[in-house]
RNA sequence: UGCCCGGUCGUUCAAUUGGUAGGACAACGGAUUUUGGGUCCGUUUAUCGAGGUUCGAAUCCUCGCCGGGCAGCCA
């Protein structure tokens, strides 16, 4: 039996694309098969884009019982690498995706495709065309003139077989000759005016090395691997819609698998570019260290950063599948990656900005361990010991000499809560000559222990700290937004789009404190740093010296009470 | 002045296919809290415009307006 809330929440709509998908199921079209494939260019790393493309594809593929074929669309030999297939691999495997056995390549068609291509030639559906590049432009007409037909476009079937086995062969050079599709060059769709099929490239391709001095065009070969491995749903992003058409064609002329293709916008995120080009120019101009900058917004960059594939698959499911252009507020990005690291990441003190506070009234040379929580969102998660003593460290800014009314942190004169210790009241404030404050004086309540007064007496703060003879020293790299402004790529007249980077983007704290459990933190642990945000461990803390780098800040209510422009707003 | 696609809170996605415009994020208030975290409760804000069809229009029709894509031998 099912209550009003069970069908509330099993209700959740469709969008529009599994809504196709689900009539075309129940209609039986491909007998009820539901295929599709994720088709990734090897000639760069994946971002944050390609998740939402592989979330749709595996997604609705899993979700109606099919599969989902992973197919490197390598058809350009000159630009696609296999260091780039391998890293494509690991970071689908990494967010969580399994193409199984079912790891394809455009280019283990080459063969079926050049049959096909001599069979259109046979039916005087396709010619070799020996304009050049630019006089097929020319040809080619604008978006409001027609084209006009090539010379070459009525040669006989017999010319053209036997030029196209010469392209093949290797008679001709780069560019002297390209095979094209004779559909007419009168279409209002410029696409559709007799595209190219292939180009001669004498170039060596990562998979089929020489084998090849013709390729195919993305065009002539995508369609046809969709319909070669009976993909029945090819799902692909909004500029692909006038393509459609011409893929249409093909498959009509050739007979083939009718797969069919549905188009949805791609997720633009605010603050954030994700064109392959920028970035390679963000690196190679020295903003950023690299491929997986933790500012990057490419798969391995976010999860050097300490992003979980979880909140990246939530993000994207949570704002769904639509036509229309968007660009989607990062902070969305940033709710999912808390909601999910707030339930699993450890807590831990560790002091980035440390002040140095000692306890007048505890024994010199002592010290005591205090048991803290290690999740208070997962109690299964345990317990740890904290070593407490005389020195402390404590954030600077936990402390103001003369607070303003909302301030209620440790100030001259107060008392507050030191986590899972003890409360402790400032007696004194010692300054340098400078007038820095260097160090506070304070008091402790032995009978607190643990955080609670006896006494029933409140404080109107709890702050982090960590004993600096048992601190373990580390480097934190603060990270923030890459970009200062919501559309980076939006730009007045004279203005560069590399002005609009945010020049705070990353901030580098040598010498910070943290709890003696983070000695044996290994690369890629995440914790929360109680008050302080979501850290995870760098692999550069090779040397002894663990680095942190900071994932994303907790919400701060205080830093927007204190005017703070954390999210640039 | 070509063709294709799209326009719903600040953002994003919905609306049982013509029947009270809803969720999430953001913002703002309050409660609780040994993280100014979290949790809970509440509040504000939207159908691009003009006509038409209809008892009734975000939804259908017409005409506008605005935004995006298309003139690679890139994908």
Redesign the pocket.
Known sequence: MTTATDSLNSD?????IR?AVAEDVRNGRYGGKVVTRF???P?GYLHIGHAKAMCLDFGVAEEFGGVCNLRF????P???EQEYVDSICDDIRWLGFDWGDRKCF?SDYFHQLYEWAVKLIEGDLAYV?????????EN?????ELGRDSPHRDRSVEENLDFFRRMKEGEFA?????LRAKIGMS?????MRD??M????HASHHRTGDEWCI????????GQSDALEEVTHSLA????????PMYDWYIKKLGIFPSRQI?F?R??I?YTVTSKRRLRELIEKGYLSGWDDPRMPTLCGLRRRGYTPKAIRQFWE????????????I??L???L??QL?KVAP?VMGVINPLKVVIENYPEGESEELEA?N???DLAAGTRQVAFSRELFIERE?FMED?PK????LAPGREV?????FFITCTEVVKDEAGQIVELRCTYDPE?????APDGR???????WVSVAHAVVAEVRLYDRLFAVENPLEIADGEDWLDNLNSTSLKVLPNCYLESSLEEARPGQRF?????GYFSVDPDSAGGKPVFNRTVT?????????GGKQ?G?
């Open positions: 959740r709509s469709l969008d529009f809504t088709p990734p260019e000639n669309d390598d058809t350009n000159v630009r696609e455009a065309d020996d304009q050049s590049a630019d006089e097929i432009r080619r007409g604008t978006l409001t780069d560019g002297s000759r390209v279409s209002p769709n410029p696409l595209p190219v292939y180009r001669i490239i390729y195919p065009m993305y065009d002539w070969a995508h992003s909004l500029e692909y819609e006038n393509h459609r188009e916008a997720g633009n605010t949570d704002v769904g599948i639509a036509k229309r252009e968007n660009n989607i507020d902070a969305k940033e709710s999912c808390r909601d707030n807590r929580i999740n208070p969102e936990d607070p909302k301030f209620f942190r809560r030191l986590r899972y210790a607190t222990r643990g955080g609670d409140k404080v109107k703060a709890t702050l982090h929360q740093f109680e008050r302080l907790l919400r701060d209510q205080w830093a927007r009470i204190a999210d707003k």
